[in-house]
Nanobody, 121 residues
Framework: VQLQASGGGLVQAGGSLRLSCVAS????????MGWFRQTPGKEREFVAGISRSSYSTDYAGSVKGRFTISRDNAKNTVYLQMNSLKSEDTAVYYC???????????????WGQGTQVTVSS
């Protein structure tokens, strides 16, 4: 599967952005999907995950209540709605897919290219 993320940009603190990730090559419904982020000098960190049917979601504590992950399998797209953005949310955001996992996971097999999110304070 190939993953293409988009929707990043520059936003003021308190603002919102919605990231999208389009999958090609295989149906999105085959995968558990997730979003990660990374800042220079730090390891990539888990942000959110969603099960194949959207029944279950998982969030990092730092974004819970502010970010929402969703998916539209018919459009082969997963989304990350980010509200109440803070300067510490500034990072490159990556979407990821897991074909092997049978439940929500923080370990993924396939990665898209990143999209930069910059939050100005």
């Amino acid at each position: 599967v190939q993953l293409q993320a988009s929707g990043g940009g520059l936003v003021q603190a308190g603002g919102s952005l919605r990231l999208s990730c389009v999958a090609s090559g295989r149906a999105l419904s085959s995968y558990i999907m997730g979003w990660f982020r990374q800042t220079p000098g730090k390891e990539r960190e888990f942000v959110a995950g969603i099960s194949r049917s959207s029944y279950s979601t998982d969030y990092a504590g730092s974004v819970k209540g502010r970010f929402t992950i969703s998916r539209d399998n018919a459009k082969n797209t997963v989304y990350l709605q980010m509200n109440s953005l803070k300067s510490e949310d500034t990072a490159v955001y990556y979407c990821a897919a897991s074909a092997q996992a049978t439940a929500l996971t923080r370990s993924y097999d396939y990665w898209g290219q990143g999209t930069q999110v910059t939050v100005s304070s």
